[in-house]
Protein backbone atom coordinates (compact mmCIF):
# COMPACT_ATOMS: atom_id res chain seq x y z
CA UNK A 1 0.00 0.00 0.00
CA UNK A 2 1.23 3.34 -0.98
CA UNK A 3 2.39 5.93 1.64
CA UNK A 4 -0.36 7.83 0.49
CA UNK A 5 -2.74 5.23 0.80
CA UNK A 6 -2.08 4.82 4.02
CA UNK A 7 -2.60 8.63 4.90
CA UNK A 8 -5.90 8.48 3.18
CA UNK A 9 -7.12 5.64 5.65
CA UNK A 10 -5.32 7.43 8.74
CA UNK A 11 -7.15 10.75 7.76
CA UNK A 12 -10.53 9.01 7.69
CA UNK A 13 -10.36 7.25 10.78
CA UNK A 14 -9.27 10.27 12.47
CA UNK A 15 -12.20 11.90 10.91
CA UNK A 16 -14.91 9.11 12.18
CA UNK A 17 -13.27 9.19 15.84
CA UNK A 18 -13.73 13.11 15.47
CA UNK A 19 -17.68 12.67 14.97
CA UNK A 20 -17.69 10.33 17.72
CA UNK A 21 -16.03 12.33 19.94
CA UNK A 22 -18.24 15.32 19.45
CA UNK A 23 -21.60 12.95 19.09
CA UNK A 24 -20.52 11.64 22.36
CA UNK A 25 -19.85 15.23 23.70
CA UNK A 26 -23.52 16.51 22.49
CA UNK A 27 -25.36 13.42 24.23
CA UNK A 28 -23.40 13.90 27.15
CA UNK A 29 -24.63 18.06 27.19
CA UNK A 30 -27.76 16.84 26.80
CA UNK A 31 -27.67 14.32 29.39
CA UNK A 32 -26.58 16.82 31.77
CA UNK A 33 -29.21 19.46 30.69
CA UNK A 34 -32.16 16.91 31.19
CA UNK A 35 -30.60 15.92 34.75
CA UNK A 36 -30.72 19.57 35.86
CA UNK A 37 -33.91 19.90 34.20
CA UNK A 38 -35.38 17.06 35.98
CA UNK A 39 -34.03 18.04 39.15
CA UNK A 40 -35.41 21.51 38.95
CA UNK A 41 -38.54 19.81 38.45
CA UNK A 42 -38.59 17.53 41.56
CA UNK A 43 -37.53 20.19 44.06
CA UNK A 44 -40.19 22.39 42.21
CA UNK A 45 -42.74 19.89 42.96
CA UNK A 46 -41.27 18.98 46.46
CA UNK A 47 -41.85 22.37 47.24
CA UNK A 48 -43.92 24.50 45.61
CA UNK A 49 -46.92 23.48 48.42
CA UNK A 50 -44.78 25.06 51.04
CA UNK A 51 -44.98 28.29 49.50
CA UNK A 52 -47.42 30.87 49.30
CA UNK A 53 -48.64 34.35 47.69
CA UNK A 54 -48.40 36.94 49.94
CA UNK A 55 -50.91 39.85 49.88
CA UNK A 56 -51.20 42.68 51.70
CA UNK A 57 -53.67 45.78 51.99
CA UNK A 58 -53.59 49.43 53.36
CA UNK A 59 -55.21 52.46 52.12
CA UNK A 60 -53.06 52.92 49.44
CA UNK A 61 -54.31 49.64 47.45
CA UNK A 62 -52.38 46.05 47.31
CA UNK A 63 -48.92 44.67 48.19
CA UNK A 64 -48.17 41.52 46.69
CA UNK A 65 -45.38 38.92 47.10
CA UNK A 66 -44.05 35.43 48.19
CA UNK A 67 -43.79 33.87 51.53
CA UNK A 68 -43.03 29.91 52.97
CA UNK A 69 -43.79 28.27 55.48
CA UNK A 70 -40.83 27.82 58.35
CA UNK A 71 -42.58 24.95 60.59
CA UNK A 72 -45.69 23.37 60.77
CA UNK A 73 -47.63 25.26 62.84
CA UNK A 74 -48.08 27.78 60.39
CA UNK A 75 -45.54 30.57 60.69
CA UNK A 76 -44.31 32.00 57.00
CA UNK A 77 -41.54 34.17 56.26
CA UNK A 78 -42.01 36.63 54.00
CA UNK A 79 -40.59 40.26 53.06
CA UNK A 80 -41.33 43.55 55.75
CA UNK A 81 -42.17 45.88 53.14
CA UNK A 82 -44.89 44.03 51.59
CA UNK A 83 -46.43 43.50 55.46
CA UNK A 84 -45.48 46.05 57.50
CA UNK A 85 -47.78 48.34 57.49
CA UNK A 86 -50.41 46.31 56.13
CA UNK A 87 -53.88 46.73 57.56
CA UNK A 88 -54.92 43.19 55.92
CA UNK A 89 -52.66 40.26 55.23
CA UNK A 90 -53.62 37.20 53.46
CA UNK A 91 -51.73 34.41 52.30
CA UNK A 92 -52.97 32.19 49.36
CA UNK A 93 -52.50 28.59 49.25
CA UNK A 94 -54.06 27.08 46.86
CA UNK A 95 -57.56 27.63 46.44
CA UNK A 96 -57.54 28.94 50.17
CA UNK A 97 -57.16 32.38 51.26
CA UNK A 98 -56.21 32.72 54.77
CA UNK A 99 -55.88 35.75 57.42
CA UNK A 100 -52.48 36.24 58.57
CA UNK A 101 -51.22 37.67 62.00
CA UNK A 102 -48.28 39.78 61.55
CA UNK A 103 -45.84 38.62 64.23
CA UNK A 104 -42.92 40.81 63.47
CA UNK A 105 -41.62 43.22 60.43
CA UNK A 106 -38.07 43.53 60.84
CA UNK A 107 -36.28 46.71 59.01
CA UNK A 108 -33.08 45.78 59.82
CA UNK A 109 -32.86 42.54 57.99
CA UNK A 110 -36.05 43.44 55.75
CA UNK A 111 -37.79 40.03 57.03
CA UNK A 112 -41.05 39.75 58.31
CA UNK A 113 -42.48 36.85 60.15
CA UNK A 114 -46.50 35.91 59.88
CA UNK A 115 -48.69 33.31 61.36
CA UNK A 116 -51.41 31.59 60.19
CA UNK A 117 -54.16 29.22 61.79
CA UNK A 118 -53.17 26.02 59.66
CA UNK A 119 -50.97 22.78 59.58
CA UNK A 120 -48.55 23.35 56.88
CA UNK A 121 -46.02 21.91 55.02
CA UNK A 122 -42.30 23.24 55.77
CA UNK A 123 -39.66 23.75 54.28
CA UNK A 124 -36.43 22.71 55.91
CA UNK A 125 -33.68 24.61 57.19
CA UNK A 126 -30.51 23.93 55.28
CA UNK A 127 -26.71 25.61 55.99
CA UNK A 128 -25.78 28.95 53.74
CA UNK A 129 -22.24 28.19 55.52
CA UNK A 130 -21.99 25.10 52.85
CA UNK A 131 -22.92 27.35 49.57
CA UNK A 132 -19.35 28.06 47.96
CA UNK A 133 -19.10 30.21 44.63
CA UNK A 134 -20.85 28.59 41.72
CA UNK A 135 -23.03 26.05 44.04
CA UNK A 136 -26.48 25.15 42.28
CA UNK A 137 -29.65 27.14 44.20
CA UNK A 138 -33.19 27.43 43.37
CA UNK A 139 -36.04 29.99 43.89
CA UNK A 140 -39.97 29.37 43.55
CA UNK A 141 -42.02 32.80 43.37
CA UNK A 142 -45.10 34.15 42.31
CA UNK A 143 -44.86 36.82 40.23
CA UNK A 144 -47.99 39.52 40.22
CA UNK A 145 -50.79 38.03 38.94
CA UNK A 146 -48.75 34.82 37.76
CA UNK A 147 -49.25 31.42 39.01
CA UNK A 148 -45.77 29.97 40.97
CA UNK A 149 -42.77 30.13 39.27
CA UNK A 150 -39.30 28.07 39.52
CA UNK A 151 -35.99 30.11 38.94
CA UNK A 152 -32.85 28.13 38.69
CA UNK A 153 -29.46 29.67 39.10
CA UNK A 154 -25.56 29.83 40.66
CA UNK A 155 -24.46 31.51 43.31
CA UNK A 156 -22.43 34.48 42.47
CA UNK A 157 -20.92 35.93 45.72
CA UNK A 158 -21.02 36.80 49.34
CA UNK A 159 -21.15 40.28 50.00
CA UNK A 160 -21.01 42.53 52.40
CA UNK A 161 -21.80 45.78 50.72
CA UNK A 162 -23.82 46.92 47.58
CA UNK A 163 -23.63 50.70 45.75
CA UNK A 164 -21.09 51.96 49.01
CA UNK A 165 -23.63 50.67 51.52
CA UNK A 166 -23.09 48.23 53.62
CA UNK A 167 -25.35 45.14 54.70
CA UNK A 168 -25.87 44.43 58.17
CA UNK A 169 -24.67 41.25 57.75
CA UNK A 170 -23.27 39.55 54.50
CA UNK A 171 -25.63 38.42 51.91
CA UNK A 172 -25.85 36.04 49.25
CA UNK A 173 -25.44 37.20 45.85
CA UNK A 174 -27.27 34.28 42.95
CA UNK A 175 -27.26 34.63 39.69
CA UNK A 176 -31.18 33.85 39.74
CA UNK A 177 -33.52 36.06 37.81
CA UNK A 178 -36.43 37.54 39.85
CA UNK A 179 -39.64 39.65 39.03
CA UNK A 180 -41.65 41.56 40.87
CA UNK A 181 -43.42 39.72 43.82
CA UNK A 182 -40.55 37.24 44.49
CA UNK A 183 -39.86 39.41 47.53
CA UNK A 184 -39.76 37.29 50.46
CA UNK A 185 -39.37 33.72 48.07
CA UNK A 186 -37.21 30.82 49.54
CA UNK A 187 -33.53 30.71 47.85
CA UNK A 188 -32.99 26.85 48.35
CA UNK A 189 -29.95 24.25 47.83
CA UNK A 190 -30.78 21.22 45.66
CA UNK A 191 -31.06 19.11 48.97
CA UNK A 192 -34.46 21.20 48.67
CA UNK A 193 -33.52 22.90 52.06
CA UNK A 194 -33.89 26.65 52.59
CA UNK A 195 -30.96 28.44 52.30
CA UNK A 196 -31.62 31.99 51.95
CA UNK A 197 -34.75 34.49 51.53
CA UNK A 198 -34.63 36.84 48.88
CA UNK A 199 -34.83 40.31 49.93
CA UNK A 200 -33.47 42.64 46.61
CA UNK A 201 -33.44 42.23 42.77
CA UNK A 202 -30.42 43.42 41.02
CA UNK A 203 -29.12 44.07 37.45
CA UNK A 204 -32.32 44.57 36.41
CA UNK A 205 -33.86 41.38 37.88
CA UNK A 206 -31.09 39.15 36.52
CA UNK A 207 -30.10 38.73 39.84
CA UNK A 208 -30.53 38.74 43.02
CA UNK A 209 -29.85 39.32 47.15
CA UNK A 210 -30.87 36.65 49.71
CA UNK A 211 -30.92 36.86 53.06
CA UNK A 212 -28.85 33.85 54.68
CA UNK A 213 -31.50 31.38 56.26
CA UNK A 214 -29.33 31.75 59.58
CA UNK A 215 -29.72 35.16 59.53
CA UNK A 216 -33.89 34.72 59.41
CA UNK A 217 -33.67 32.12 62.06
CA UNK A 218 -32.07 34.55 64.79
CA UNK A 219 -34.99 36.86 64.62
CA UNK A 220 -37.70 34.00 64.53
CA UNK A 221 -35.66 32.38 67.65
CA UNK A 222 -35.59 35.89 69.24
CA UNK A 223 -39.64 36.45 68.58
CA UNK A 224 -39.80 32.91 70.76
CA UNK A 225 -37.75 33.95 73.22
CA UNK A 226 -38.73 37.72 73.52
CA UNK A 227 -41.94 38.51 71.00
CA UNK A 228 -39.64 40.93 69.78
CA UNK A 229 -35.86 41.31 67.47
CA UNK A 230 -33.11 41.59 70.01
CA UNK A 231 -30.27 42.91 68.73
CA UNK A 232 -27.39 43.68 71.13
CA UNK A 233 -25.12 46.59 70.73
CA UNK A 234 -21.70 47.02 72.67
CA UNK A 235 -20.59 50.28 71.68
CA UNK A 236 -17.46 49.94 70.40
CA UNK A 237 -16.03 51.05 67.00
CA UNK A 238 -13.32 48.92 65.07
CA UNK A 239 -10.69 49.63 62.79
CA UNK A 240 -7.66 47.88 60.80
CA UNK A 241 -4.33 48.17 62.15
CA UNK A 242 -1.52 49.12 59.41
CA UNK A 243 1.26 46.64 60.89
CA UNK A 244 2.17 43.88 59.02
CA UNK A 245 1.93 39.95 60.75
CA UNK A 246 -0.35 37.29 60.65
CA UNK A 247 -3.76 36.68 62.54
CA UNK A 248 -6.09 39.47 63.50
CA UNK A 249 -4.96 43.35 63.30
CA UNK A 250 -8.31 44.25 64.29
CA UNK A 251 -7.95 47.27 66.95
CA UNK A 252 -10.71 48.38 68.94
CA UNK A 253 -10.49 52.18 68.18
CA UNK A 254 -13.26 53.83 70.67
CA UNK A 255 -14.97 52.95 73.66
CA UNK A 256 -18.80 54.68 74.03
CA UNK A 257 -20.18 54.89 77.61
CA UNK A 258 -21.78 51.66 79.28
CA UNK A 259 -21.68 48.19 78.19
CA UNK A 260 -17.82 48.04 76.27
CA UNK A 261 -16.30 50.10 78.95
CA UNK A 262 -18.21 48.69 81.98
CA UNK A 263 -16.90 44.83 80.33
CA UNK A 264 -13.31 45.55 80.70
CA UNK A 265 -12.78 46.30 77.13
CA UNK A 266 -9.85 49.05 76.35
CA UNK A 267 -9.26 51.17 73.38
CA UNK A 268 -5.98 49.50 71.64
CA UNK A 269 -7.35 45.93 72.45
CA UNK A 270 -7.09 43.34 69.41
CA UNK A 271 -9.85 41.56 68.84
CA UNK A 272 -9.49 37.72 67.18
CA UNK A 273 -12.67 36.32 68.10
CA UNK A 274 -16.52 37.22 68.88
CA UNK A 275 -18.30 34.61 70.21
CA UNK A 276 -18.06 31.59 67.65
CA UNK A 277 -16.62 34.10 64.99
CA UNK A 278 -13.41 34.57 63.91
CA UNK A 279 -12.24 38.21 63.54
CA UNK A 280 -9.26 38.91 60.78
CA UNK A 281 -10.53 42.07 59.22
CA UNK A 282 -12.97 44.99 60.40
CA UNK A 283 -15.84 44.15 58.37
CA UNK A 284 -15.67 40.48 59.77
CA UNK A 285 -17.50 42.54 62.60
CA UNK A 286 -20.35 42.91 60.79
CA UNK A 287 -21.22 39.47 60.80
CA UNK A 288 -20.44 38.87 64.57
CA UNK A 289 -22.69 42.05 65.66
CA UNK A 290 -25.63 41.00 63.73
CA UNK A 291 -25.67 38.27 65.64
CA UNK A 292 -25.64 39.32 68.92
CA UNK A 293 -28.24 39.15 71.27
CA UNK A 294 -29.05 41.86 73.71
CA UNK A 295 -28.92 40.28 77.50
CA UNK A 296 -27.03 37.10 76.36
CA UNK A 297 -23.36 37.37 77.56
CA UNK A 298 -20.70 36.57 74.64
CA UNK A 299 -17.13 35.86 75.11
CA UNK A 300 -15.12 38.33 72.96
CA UNK A 301 -11.10 37.08 72.57
CA UNK A 302 -8.75 39.47 72.74
CA UNK A 303 -4.79 40.71 72.64
CA UNK A 304 -3.71 43.11 74.94
CA UNK A 305 -0.03 43.86 75.60
CA UNK A 306 1.06 40.54 74.17
CA UNK A 307 -1.58 38.63 76.28
CA UNK A 308 -4.05 36.46 75.05
CA UNK A 309 -7.54 36.97 77.20
CA UNK A 310 -11.39 36.50 76.95
CA UNK A 311 -13.25 39.21 78.10
CA UNK A 312 -17.52 38.30 78.39
CA UNK A 313 -19.59 40.94 77.44
CA UNK A 314 -22.83 41.54 77.65
CA UNK A 315 -24.69 43.53 74.99
CA UNK A 316 -28.13 45.29 76.01
CA UNK A 317 -30.62 46.80 73.57
CA UNK A 318 -29.73 47.65 69.96
CA UNK A 319 -30.45 51.82 69.54
CA UNK A 320 -32.11 50.34 65.94
CA UNK A 321 -34.26 48.24 67.65
CA UNK A 322 -37.03 51.24 68.72
CA UNK A 323 -36.82 53.05 65.47
CA UNK A 324 -39.45 53.73 63.24
CA UNK A 325 -40.57 51.56 59.98
CA UNK A 326 -40.37 53.68 56.99
CA UNK A 327 -40.88 52.08 54.03
CA UNK A 328 -40.49 54.81 51.73
CA UNK A 329 -36.68 55.26 52.89
CA UNK A 330 -34.95 53.93 49.67
CA UNK A 331 -37.01 50.48 49.83
CA UNK A 332 -39.30 48.71 47.37
CA UNK A 333 -41.13 45.69 46.97
CA UNK A 334 -37.52 43.95 45.60
CA UNK A 335 -34.82 46.34 46.99
CA UNK A 336 -34.09 46.19 50.41
CA UNK A 337 -30.89 47.08 51.47
CA UNK A 338 -28.81 48.11 54.86
CA UNK A 339 -29.08 52.04 55.56
CA UNK A 340 -25.82 54.26 56.10
CA UNK A 341 -22.90 55.11 54.27
CA UNK A 342 -19.48 53.56 54.04
CA UNK A 343 -17.63 53.87 57.00
CA UNK A 344 -14.23 54.08 58.07
CA UNK A 345 -14.58 52.31 61.30
CA UNK A 346 -17.23 49.78 61.92
CA UNK A 347 -18.52 49.43 65.10
CA UNK A 348 -18.83 46.02 67.42
CA UNK A 349 -22.75 46.60 67.61
Known amino acids: MSSRSVSSVLDGKLAVVLLLLVAVSSRAEDNLGEKISSEVRRLFDERC ?44 HGDRRIPAKLLLADPRS ?65 IVSVEPGFGGAPLMNLQGEVVGIIVSGIEGGGACYALPIEAAEKLRIDYVRFGEPRYGWVGANVEDENVPGEGSRVRIAELGP ?92
Not at 63 to 85: K, M, Q, R
Not at 326 to 337: A, K, Q, R, T, W
Open 110 to 174: GVALLKVDYNSPFIPVGNSKGLSLASPVLAIGFPVNLAATPSFGIVAGFDRQFLGRYFMTTHIRS
Open 258 to 349: GTAAESGLREGDIVSKIGGVKISTAEDVIDASFFLTAGDRIPVAIERDGHEMSIDVRPVKHPVADAAYNPGEGLSELHVLAPGPLLENLKLE
Open 49 to 92: ESIVRVEAYDRHGKLSGTGFFADPAGTIYTLSYIVANADEILVI
